[in-house]
């Protein structure tokens, strides 16, 4: 393992508080699709596939979670809340608190595009590092770094104090103002059918106020909608 490679591994283990048995699963997790692409002889693969175990394990976790512990809530409000929890969102938000985008190997061009804070890039490393964690380690392993992750934003949803809903937030501070039109439009969507992209943007009254991207319509359409409100001044 190159030097600089390893010393990306010791970091991410530092920062999430596990030790990889096999270093190779960190690295994999941490090598996005733009930097295997541009160095074929690199000993890793991207994180793609872990990124699909890990969403997998992440739903499956926090499915037994609320099932456990909301008794009270039906089959709808614990969808909704694992749907909250889970989101790309709440995701990169934890990537950001632990630095992940610093770590992340990308190519130069995803590099120059900003792609160490794009929140799907974020998300779906996290995803990947809890797929990498559990193949290591096993569920156990993996139900405790979760919970150590989302622990907290866990607690504030089944106590409804979670709030990302962007969209309505939007709406209703646009409309303190009087009617106003709220129209959201697909700017693009990038990537292969199984792995879309999409960017959206919002517009009130026929002008842009804000643009996101997700993985599905919905998430971008969210994204588009915080970018808004952040550019008003109003952060959730």
């Known amino acids: 393992m190159p030097e600089e490679v390893f010393e990306i591994v010791k970091t991410l283990e530092r920062r999430i508080g596990y030790t990889y048995r096999n270093k190779q699963y960190a690295i994999n997790a941490l090598v996005h699709s733009s930097f295997s692409n541009e160095h074929h002889n690199f000993a890793a693969k991207n994180n793609e596939r872990l990124e699909f175990l890990g969403d997998a394990i992440l739903d499956f976790v926090m499915s037994l979670m609320l099932y456990n512990n909301a008794k009270n809530f039906s089959e709808g409000e614990m969808s909704k809340l694992r749907a909250l929890i889970v989101c790309e969102a709440s995701l990169a938000a934890c990537a950001r608190k632990i630095g992940l985008g610093d770590l992340i190997m990308l190519g130069k061009g995803e590099e120059a595009n900003g792609g160490r804070t794009r929140p799907s890039i974020l998300s779906d490393a996290m995803e990947a590092i809890i797929g990498s964690i559990y193949l290591d380690g096993g569920i156990d392993e993996a139900d405790g770094f979760i919970m150590h992750l989302l622990g907290?934003?866990?607690?504030?949803?089944?106590?409804?104090?979670?709030?990302?809903?962007?969209?309505?937030?939007?709406?209703?501070?646009?409309?303190?103002?009087?009617?106003?039109?709220?129209?959201?439009?697909?700017?693009?969507?990038?990537?292969?059918?199984?792995?879309?992209?999409?960017?959206?943007?919002?517009?009130?009254?026929?002008?842009?106020?804000?643009?996101?991207?997700?993985?599905?319509?919905?998430?971008?359409?969210?994204?588009?909608?915080?970018?808004?409100?952040?550019?008003?001044?109003?952060?959730?």
């Open 152 to 236: 907290d934003i866990y607690q504030k949803a089944v106590e409804g104090m979670l709030f990302m809903d962007y969209k309505t937030a939007l709406q209703e501070e646009l409309q303190k103002s009087g009617d106003v039109q709220i129209q959201y439009k697909l700017i693009e969507s990038t990537g292969p059918d199984h792995a879309k992209i999409f960017k959206m943007s919002v517009y009130t009254n026929g002008k842009a106020i804000g643009t996101g991207v997700g993985k599905s319509k919905k998430d971008a359409e969210q994204m588009a909608a915080k970018a808004a409100l952040e550019d008003m001044g109003i952060t959730l």
